[in-house]
């Protein structure tokens, strides 16, 4: 089973400031590795796929990179909206796994 | 478009059965492997299980092996997941997902399955 572990647990930042997610897999994972937005009450959103590719509408601010075990999601000028909870997700093989996310708030 | 809807959740006592399904449209139905996936309340997401596009393989999370069964109906364009003996734990909103993390995944909008007495 790969575990994937998020740091930080909570990032405080305010809007307009850039955020810097990261994910680290207990093992590789090559580049299937998938981030998601997840705000109260919706399910997850997805944002990043394939460890760089920026799924369809998600705006030009969402970024990510990595590849292996150690990839990171950049948010450039946080906007109102972007504060949520953020998952990352690997499916190197069938078997998928989510890390525990980061809840991104408004300081 | 792609819809993905489930059905079947609700409240159960512990170590009694549940059944969920969900009902695909919008594309070919056979082609696809399923998964579920599930986040109890206030909780992150687990992935449940993942059954392949012509059913002949299916793989489990640790924590429902032996418990839960995932199958699917490709005349019927639904997968279910067969949920027996259930315990506390099992409370989460349960969603039916193609290909979760791809270019173009889809979820359903979740249900609720509450364990309790």
């Known amino acids: 089973e790969i575990v994937l572990t998020q740091s930080p647990a909570t990032l405080s930042l305010s809007p307009g400031e850039r955020a810097t997610l990261s994910c680290r897999a207990s093992?590789?994972?090559?580049?299937?590795l998938a981030w998601y937005q997840q705000k109260p009450g919706q399910a997850p959103r997805l944002l990043i796929y394939?460890?760089?590719n920026r799924a369809t509408g998600i705006p030009a601010r969402f970024s990510g990179s990595g590849s292996g075990t150690d990839f990171t999601l950049t948010i450039s000028g946080l906007e109102p909206e972007d504060f949520a909870v953020y998952y990352c997700q690997q499916r190197r093989d069938w078997l998928c796994s989510f890390g525990q996310g980061t809840k991104l708030e408004i300081k | 478009q792609v819809q993905l809807v489930e059905s079947g959740g609700g409240v159960v006592q512990p170590g009694r059965s549940l059944r969920l399904s969900c009902a695909a449209s919008?594309?070919?139905?056979?082609?696809?492997?399923m998964h579920w996936v599930r986040q109890a309340p206030g909780k992150g997401l687990e992935w449940v299980a993942v059954i392949w596009y012509d059913g002949s393989k299916k793989y489990y999370a640790d924590s429902v092996m032996g418990r839960f069964t995932i199958s699917r109906d490709n005349s019927r364009n639904t997968v279910s997941l067969q949920m027996d003996s259930l315990r506390a734990e099992d409370t989460a909103v349960y969603y039916c997902?193609?290909?979760?993390?791809?270019?173009?995944?889809?979820w359903g909008q979740g249900i609720l399955v509450t364990v309790s007495s």
């Open positions: 997902a193609r290909d979760p993390g791809a270019q173009n995944d889809y």
């Open positions: 394939d460890a760089s």
């Open positions: 919008g594309f070919t139905f056979r082609n696809y492997g």
């Open positions: 093992q590789s994972v090559s580049s299937y």
